[in-house]
Nanobody
Framework: EVQLVESGGGLVQAGGSLRLSCAAS????????IGWFRQAPGKARAAVSY????????YYADPVKGRFTISADSAKNTVYLQLYRLKPEDTAVYYC?????????????????????WGQGTQVTVSS
């Protein structure tokens, strides 16, 4: 059974930092692309970043470029999203997702339907 468990969310002031973790079980990171998405109240779920561990391909959405960093620890089967210089507009529930590498990388990598497994989400709240 595949499971993705996010952690690391919380309340932080604008300008602060957080590190989100996505611990995967039941799959090998090398076979999947791991994506981070976020969903703010009343808004659609949107891609934030993804990583293909096998070839270190990464992607960042424009609003987070230069502020967020994605990385992976294959030994721990865990993907991290480091959030720097947080803004109130970063407030959302953050989800990690896993999609089969061969399919995600030939697509856009930013569509929710490209991913097969999802975590339960972790809340990030940035106060002004």
């Amino acid at each position: 059974e595949v499971q993705l468990v996010e952690s690391g969310g919380g309340l932080v002031q604008a300008g602060g930092s957080l590190r989100l973790s996505c611990a995967a079980s039941g799959l090998s990171l090398e076979d999947y692309v791991i994506g981070w998405f976020r969903q703010a109240p009343g808004k659609a779920r949107a891609a934030v970043s993804y990583i293909s561990v096998n070839d270190t391909t990464t992607y960042y959405a424009d609003p987070v470029k230069g502020r967020f960093t994605i990385s992976a620890d294959s030994a721990k089967n865990t993907v991290y999203l480091q959030l720097y210089r947080l803004k109130p507009e970063d407030t959302a529930v953050y989800y990690c997702a896993a999609g089969i590498r061969g399919r995600v990388l030939v697509g856009s990598g930013v569509r929710t339907y490209e991913y097969d497994y999802w975590g339960q989400g972790t809340q990030v709240t940035v106060s002004s």
